[in-house]
């Protein structure tokens, strides 16, 4: 393909866009990951992940791998063949979990939701209710849903566990919300929280990042699942003093302090509040356009991604294949059971107002020249004219 000149618009709803700094920080020299200055870098990194899931008992596991690993950590250090599990499944990344879980021989029930809804606490509460005998060892949950644009509500569900008076471990899979929408750890006593590099964090792919609270640590001992690459144990007798099982992935780690950093100099706060700020805008467009968001009503509205469904008669592929021919643009593709129907819009990682009325721009670009019948000029306007009202708080210069 020609050169393009300018920059891509990236607006795939991970990986994301990178500060420069964090980008700049990887560019380094390989050296010594058993060197005595080498936990000088590493330590800081789990103390850091700590502080982003929020939790001060749980203990951070960092692997070279993506978010897929993540799950496949938690559920194989956790659990033994044939223990039961509770999943709620309602798009793509929580089928792939689930999925997951049966192959590695897992007993799964399954709760169906509709796509556009998410983990229903009142359900959940029944299921383990009805579990008399306590077999349910874990309750699996995708805390945002990227697929559909959907997010649940875990603090609900660490509730809806505890009024059951179930002993069931609470996993969640945050790869799309850490970072970028609330998490709590500690609060909503979440036992393994998964994510991954290439979202919230502003880094690319590579790291997969498991928070693991003291009781799921307990369990390991009765966790005869097999696992080699990914044994709790073999970091444990590393981690603490700031080294690894195997040779780490240097550059994402100094990525990540990087992007730690950026976090901080933001604040925390203020990074949450813009992920907001932005994901309203974008529904702002939504709505102008006269077109409606996967997500069933505004309980389930994630602030990282809008899934968003084309009109009858419009194949949604094609508006994502005009926005990156036509317009640089890269929007994410409607995955399984919402291919062709859905595009999505990725608004979290490193953005701003003007980032992201240029993707709404040729978002209604690309959709009047696929012949939806909105009025040009209408998101754009309308998104604009949210974040007029609605500043985002000034952010230090980085
Ligand atoms: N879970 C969710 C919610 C995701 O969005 C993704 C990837 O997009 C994954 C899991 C899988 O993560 P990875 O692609 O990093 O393996």
Known sequence: MARRPGRNFLFVPGPTNLPDRVLRSMAVSMEDHRSPAFPQLTLPLFEG??????????????FPSSGTGGWEAALTNTLAPGDKVLTARFGQFSHLW????????????????EWGTGAHEEKIEEALRADKAHEIKAVMVVHNETATGVTSNIGAIRKAIDAAGHPALLFVDSVSGLGSIDFRFDEWGVDCAVSG???GLMLPAGLGFV??????????????????????DDHLKQN????FPYTPALPLLYGLKEALACLEDEGFDNVLRRHHVLAEGTRAAV???????????????????????APEGVDAAKIISTAYNRYNLALGAGLSKVAGKVFRIGHLGDLNELMLLGAIAGT?????????????????????QYFRQNPIEAQAAT
């Open 49 to 62: 992940m700590k502080k982003v899931f929020k939790t001060k008992d749980g203990t951070v596991f960092i």
């Open 98 to 113: 689930t999925d997951m879980a049966q192959r590695l021989g897992l007993d799964v029930e399954i709760q169906e939701e």
């Open 197 to 199: 590099s290439q979202k």
């Open 211 to 232: 928070c693991v609270s003291p009781k799921a640590l307990n369990v390991r001992k009765n966790a005869k699942l097999n696992k080699v690459y990914f044994d709790f």
């Open 240 to 243: 603490p003093a700031g080294y």
């Open 287 to 309: 709505k102008a356009w006269g077109l409606k968001l996967c997500a069933k009503s505004p309980r389930w509205h994630s602030d990282t991604v809008s899934a968003i469904l």
């Open 364 to 384: 209604e670009m690309a959709l009047l020249d696929n012949g939806v019948k909105i009025e040009a000029g209408s998101g754009v306007a309308a998104a604009a």
